[in-house]
């Protein structure tokens, strides 16, 4: 299941380091993160909950907008 999350808060590439490491902690694999266009797109295959991907990158220190299927 591939999702596109749209987060607000990172600002540079640390930022975009501690997103990855959450989203990989529950999972995730093949992750891009784009800084500028404020999205994560990523593949989970254990299936976590939007709660529980919200959950992850608030604990980080960023706010999720919005999630989506793709």
Partial sequence: M??????EGMSCGHC?????VALEDIGGQNIEVDLKGKTAEVDFVNHPSDEEI???????????VKIENM
């Fill in 54 to 64: 919200k959950a992850a990158i608030e604990d980080a220190g960023y706010d999720v």
């Fill in 16 to 20: 975009v380091n501690h997103v990855k």
């Fill in 2 to 7: 591939k999702k596109k999350i749209l987060i």
